[in-house]
């Protein structure tokens, strides 16, 4: 399990670049650090990145893995992870070697792999997402944020296409898994959360009719050992099910709010963008009433 792995930052290296035009190869050089050099590029109104040079990473399992295969046609966003969520796992940092590797080893079933294995190795996702937990390790990642990333990733799978030669049975029950843990929690976060403000609706057992301390402490309980029961119904991947149920339960707040203030973002930018004559109206009343709200509390607290 990479939480016992040692750090070892050698493991990354500059990969070099293939022959091209005029141009001859130069070959992967352990003894250099990786050289990330991305060009940015605007594909249909989302940004992507081409990496100039490969990276190259010695994984423990399958030795010598560069990415991309094709500098040229290969692309990626970075870390893949929802903009509601880069307060928590940012686009770049130390885990961003990590991120381009993985998006390198992630192909189709029936695609041609973005990346080179010199022991000639072809990993399916679930192979991808464990290299990619271990070299978060090798980019010094933190404990928590590599577990929470990994676990994310390992979802994204069991929801996809899975492990290589699993049968239709098996990727259901995975999805099935993976899908009702996710529900679940979310639910129970919604309950929980109307019966801490005493909002009418079902009170869950371990919150009851209490003080508010006491049922934040029982919500909290709750929180925390209902997602691990759950967890273990995501067979060898339950690690990843106990830390994504988990994550998701103590998060779920934080990301509705974040969620909630994103949105009301986008409908503003969105508004002034079509109608900026409404927008700028729209903006004039909110702050005439608000000073009307404010004036009226100073005056009568006098």
């Known amino acids: 399990m990479s939480v016992l792995l ?3 930052t050698r493991r990354f290296y500059d990969g070099g670049v293939p022959a091209r035009e005029g141009a001859p190869a130069e070959p992967p050089d352990p003894g250099e650090n990786p050289q990330i050099v991305l060009e940015r590029h605007a594909e249909e109104g989302e940004e992507q990145f081409a990496m100039v040079r490969r990276i190259a990473y010695r994984d423990r399992r399958f030795g010598q893995l560069l990415v991309p295969a094709d500098p040229e046609s290969f ?5 893949s992870v929802p903009a509601i969520l880069t307060w ?4 770049t940092g130390a885990h961003l070697p990590a991120a381009l ?7 189709g079933a ?7 294995s010199s022991r000639g190795f072809v990993l399916d996702r679930v192979e991808a997402d464990r290299v990619f937990r271990d070299a978060m390790v090798d980019t010094g990642t933190r404990v928590v944020r590599r577990w929470l990333v990994w676990s994310a990733v390992t979802a994204v799978t069991l929801l996809r296409d899975g492990g290589a030669g699993w049968s239709p049975s098996r990727r259901w029950r995975y999805r099935l898994a993976v899908v009702g843990t996710l529900l679940i929690v979310a639910l129970l976060g919604a309950v929980a959360s109307l019966d801490l403000f005493d909002v009418a609706g079902p009170s869950l057992p371990w919150m009851g009719e209490r003080s508010w301390w ?4 029982g919500g909290l309980s709750g929180a925390v050992v209902i997602p691990l029961l759950l967890g273990l119904t995501w067979g060898r991947f339950r690690i990843a099910g106990c ?7 103590v998060l779920l707040h934080v990301t509705i709010a974040v969620l909630t203030v994103t949105w009301a973002y986008r409908l503003v930018e969105r508004l002034a963008s079509r109608t900026p004559f409404v927008a700028a109206g729209l903006g004039v009343a909110a702050v005439v009433a608000a000073a009307a709200v404010l004036l009226g509390r100073l005056v009568g607290g006098v």
């Not at 029936?110 to 080179?116: S, V």
């Not at 830390?243 to 339960?249: F, H, K």
Request: glycine share 8%; proline share 5%.
């Open 88 to 91: 928590l796992v940012p686009k």
């Open 214 to 217: 006491q049922e934040l402490v």
């Open 243 to 249: 830390v994504m149920g988990v994550g998701l339960a």
């Open 75 to 79: 692309r990626t966003d970075l870390t």
């Open 101 to 107: 590797l993985h998006d390198g080893l992630v192909h």
């Open 110 to 116: 029936h695609e041609a792999p973005t990346y080179i």
């Open 6 to 8: 040692a750090k070892d």
